[in-house]
């Protein structure tokens, strides 16, 4: 399961076009809509125009059904702790990516199988705030890449570095 590792990765909750052009080749689409959720042929459609536009789609907290229609790959929310997955039939290439906010969901992602863990929220002042030394220290719990979310910016992009 070694799938190429994205750098940027962008949150949609419906199918823009406009949005999905606007990222460049190296930004990985994650469909994220627990409100209404999408038709399978609307995720098909959706789906389609990502790879025609080369870029990389994940569905989210639905790893069944990104299995089942060829998507590039899965994500798992921090809310989700299920491992009934892991006796899935996954494509090589399949990349299973999670976001968590402490250690014990650090843990429990590493149990999954992620190969990518969101750590968030970096910069955006809310109830999971970790700021950048929390989240420093919490990406040197764990051996998988580790991906910052939440409040970056162009302004503050260069404290990650």
């Known amino acids: 399961m070694h799938a190429e590792i994205l750098t940027k990765y962008c949150f949609i909750d419906q199918f823009d076009t406009n ?11 994650i469909f ?17 125009y990502c ?30 702790y299920s491992t009934r997955h892991l006796s899935y039939n996954l494509k090589k290439n399949f990349l ?18 992620v190969q990518i863990i969101f750590l968030s929220s970096i910069f955006k002042n809310n109830k999971n705030f970790l700021g950048i030394n929390k989240f420093k220290n919490l990406s040197r719990l764990t051996k998988l890449k580790v991906v910052a979310l939440g409040g970056i910016s162009r302004k503050n992009i260069k404290l990650l570095n």
Request: charged share 30%; hydrophobic share 30%; aromatic share 8%.
């Open 19 to 29: 949005i999905i052009n606007k990222q460049d080749r190296k930004t990985g689409i």
């Open 32 to 48: 994220r809509n627990y409100k209404k959720p999408l038709s399978k042929k609307s995720l098909i459609e959706l789906k389609n």
């Open 51 to 80: 790879h025609k536009t080369k870029k990389k789609i994940f569905l989210s907290n639905n790893i069944k059904l990104s299995i089942e229609l060829g998507f590039d790959g899965a994500y798992v929310p921090s809310f989700n």
């Open 96 to 113: 299973l990516i999670g976001s968590a906010h402490n250690i014990y969901e650090i843990r429990i992602k590493e149990k999954q199988s």
